[in-house]
């Protein structure tokens, strides 16, 4: 494993904390002066249809296979699994590689928990 | 660039339009925005979203709560997405095909409870452009979460705008979506999932390596000893699989250096008690 100190931002941002006064005095007139940190990227995750430098294969009249891959796990998977369990189901169905191959691809993952959508509730 | 590879006829699972899709094919020009989105259809296996039980959901919370993104009142949500795709361009090909996938994902995001927005035939500009308005859209203060879902051509740098060619670079990069809906410039989408769709290829390759197979010696054969043969059968194989890459900051940002022995020893803690290495990545 190998770590290095790169030169670039410092990963998080400050926020100001809004502060609703109860006071004598008109809200809009006073500041609040209370700042927290938060990351500057987090909760984040990009799906794609393949891997980098290689090809991704669409049908003229039923669409792009990984979008009907991913349409079809997400309506039989979404009620019982969270978000990065359907895309890997998305990725086994095209673990073995067909006349035409192609592997999704999960991409800048910042996301910290599990995404249930609970379709339905 | 040639442009997406696109084949007469592919055996695939038995998604189904739904009558939304024989609206929107009657009118190519129509730019549909969904309004609020419909109620799920109960549980079904073509064309619908099988939903969550109301005690399946409970048992799922009870579980994990402390590990799932806050959950809010249905009621008072307005989740938004937004759906960017490009089907004819200046110099590329048509993507023939590129409707129904727009009336795939859009169905799919409305019966997952977001309202939908439809952008075509943008370019990269164009794309910044919407993305940006996106951003600030006040209904993401009362959202928990949006999807993003871009289609176009592409290659290994990003997302081919209308306008691409081998001398106009109208591309839109992965890094820079992110950075329009990172905390710094959407402070309303912070802290909630943001998913971001992409179908478009990266590159020109074709994904796919010759491996030879492996021999199986039988046990009803005496002699000669297997390894005086080699099998000449090969079969294909993905060729890039089974990777994860764990890196210690996001993109963009450094990693201080004071830092480096709490995470080495905490992924050398973890691993070594028996843990999966995907049940590291998450703790």
């Known amino acids: ?121 | 660039m040639k442009g997406d590879p696109c084949i007469a006829h592919l055996e695939i699972s038995d998604w189904k339009c739904t009558p939304l899709a024989v609206k929107l094919l009657s009118d190519p020009q129509a730019v549909p925005v969904w309004g609020n989105p419909a109620m799920p259809t109960s549980s079904g296996s073509e064309g619908s979203v099988k939903l969550c039980s109301l005690d399946e959901a409970k048992r799922i919370w009870k579980e994990k709560s402390t590990e799932i993104y806050p959950i809010m009142d249905k009621s008072s949500l307005t989740c938004l997405t937004l759906i960017i795709c490009n089907e004819e361009f200046d110099s590329l090909s048509k993507r023939v095909g590129a409707e129904v996938d727009i009336i795939g994902m859009a169905t799919l995001l409305q019966n997952l409870g977001y309202k939908v927005d439809v952008k075509r035939n943008l370019t990269a500009s164009d794309m910044t452009t919407e993305l940006e308005a996106f951003s600030r859209r006040q209904e993401h203060k009362t959202s928990d979460s949006t999807f993003l879902v871009f289609m176009s051509h592409g290659i290994r740098e990003g997302i081919c705008g209308k306008k691409y060619s081998g001398q106009v670079p109208d591309v839109l990069q992965l890094n820079e979506l992110v950075k329009m809906l990172n905390s710094k410039n959407c402070p309303n989408l912070k802290d909630k999932p943001k998913v971001i769709i992409i179908q478009a290829c990266r590159g020109e390759n074709c994904g796919m390596v010759l491996v030879k197979d492996s021999v199986r010696a039988s046990k009803n054969i005496s002699s000669p000893t297997p390894g005086d043969f080699e099998d000449d059968a090969i079969k294909k194989a993905q060729i890039e699989k089974d990777f994860i890459a764990f890196c210690s900051s996001t993109s963009d940002n450094r990693f201080l250096l004071d830092m480096i022995s709490w995470w080495g020893l905490s992924i050398q803690k973890l691993t070594t008690t028996h843990y999966r290495l995907d049940s590291c990545v998450k703790r």
Not at chain 1, 78 to 97: A, D, G, I, Y
């Open chain 1, 1 to 121: 494993m190998s770590l290095q100190q790169t030169v670039g931002n410092c990963g998080s941002e400050t926020l100001q904390h809004s502060l609703e006064v109860a006071s004598s005095q008109s809200p809009e007139n006073l500041e609040e002066d209370a700042v927290y940190k938060t990351h500057v990227e987090k909760d984040f995750i990009a799906f794609c249809s393949s891997t980098p430098h290689n090809v991704s294969w669409r049908d003229s009249t039923m669409g792009s296979v990984f979008i009907t891959q991913l349409i079809t796990c997400f309506q039989k998977y979404s009620w019982c699994c969270h978000l990065e369990e359907v895309f890997r189901k998305v990725q086994q169905s095209f673990e073995t590689p067909r006349a035409k191959a192609q592997m999704p691809t999960i991409e800048r993952l910042s996301m910290t928990r599990y995404f249930y959508l609970f379709p339905g509730n």
